[in-house]
């Protein structure tokens, strides 16, 4: 399905139409990316048609943010699960294709669809290589800190209800006591919401020292670039060196000796003044007076 057609959020997207509601697998492209999705067995409250469109949705947002699709070949194994929302993930390398799997709640609807981060998140994964045990936070911080910014940068999300994620989550990110650094600390918190923190500090630590030419995104996309997927191997040193080489500051390399092996925290609540961004009730105010309101901005604005 490689014809194209406009649709109501004035892209150029691919013709679903012809998705086969019967077919087990649907061989679409998106992007630019050639994809194999097989859909789930059994009854399912969703069309084959929306679930196409949810996969496209996902695969806009990660170009949104690295400027292309990570990988030329997924597949994408949707496998339905009793009760409704999306239910987890994985993503490996296989044989010169992303291989992503993903639970679907048989009772699912449209609007679980559109607020899923889920099959975004593991997309993400296809956009570095595959890091050493210790070095994981990396991978699912990465995937945590880009996957909202990615959807707003493709207008599926709002900036408010990235940074309403980003107070709310970080703080499961800060080291503990008994704390050893991100690579010695392989914790849920640590791993996803310590990496996120990292992507966070690396993010506006780039920004601050380019004056807001330059961020985290430019480093991420050298990466992907120079042939960095999830179909390869790497190591994190050579990967936080692409970075910092992209970007002209070594902001990279820096908080990794900081972080790495030893717990070093981070005062959020005077981060969120800084940025200008505030929770209260669960609603997010912005203060764009505040010194860094720019680089706020900026992380959640598409690159050009």
Not at 222 to 237: F, K, P, W
Request: with cysteine.
């Amino acid at each position: 399905m490689a014809i194209a057609c406009a649709d109501r959020r004035g892209d150029v997207q691919p013709d679903l139409a012809g998705v086969d509601p019967l077919a087990g697998s649907n061989a679409l492209a998106i992007e630019g990316a050639r994809i194999e999705l097989w859909m789930p067995e059994g009854p399912m409250a969703l069309s084959r048609v929306e679930i196409a469109h949810w996969v496209e949705d996902a695969v806009r947002a990660v170009k949104a943010y690295y400027g292309r699709v990570p990988v030329e070949r997924m597949t994408i194994q949707v496998m339905r699960s009793e009760g409704r929302g999306i239910e987890g993930g994985n993503t490996i390398g296989v044989d010169g294709s992303a291989l992503i799997h993903v639970g679907l709640g048989a009772r699912a609807d449209a609007a679980d669809l559109a607020r899923d981060w889920v099959l975004t998140h593991e997309m993400v994964h296809t956009a570095l290589p595959n890091l050493p045990a210790p070095n994981r936070w990396l991978e699912e911080g990465i995937a945590t800190y880009v996957e909202p910014i990615a959807r707003a940068q493709a207008g599926l999300e709002s900036a408010a209800e990235v940074w309403r994620q980003l107070v709310v989550g970080l703080p499961q990110g800060l080291p503990e006591a008994g704390d050893q650094g991100l690579d010695r600390t392989p914790t849920w918190g640590r791993t996803y919401w310590g990496g996120a923190l990292f992507c966070l500090l690396a993010d506006i630590g780039i920004r601050e020292r380019t004056q807001n030419r330059l961020g985290l995104q430019n480093a991420l996309r050298a990466v992907v670039a120079s042939g960095g997927t999830v179909l390869t191997a790497g190591s994190i040193d050579r990967v936080l060196a692409q970075g910092d080489e992209a970007v002209g500051v070594p902001v990279l390399s820096e908080l990794y000796a900081r972080h790495a092996k030893h717990a070093e925290s981070v005062d959020l609540d005077a981060l969120w003044v800084r940025l200008g961004v505030s929770v209260r009730r669960g609603r997010v105010q912005f203060d764009d007076a505040a010194p860094l309101s720019g680089v706020r901005r900026a992380i959640t604005n598409a690159e050009r």
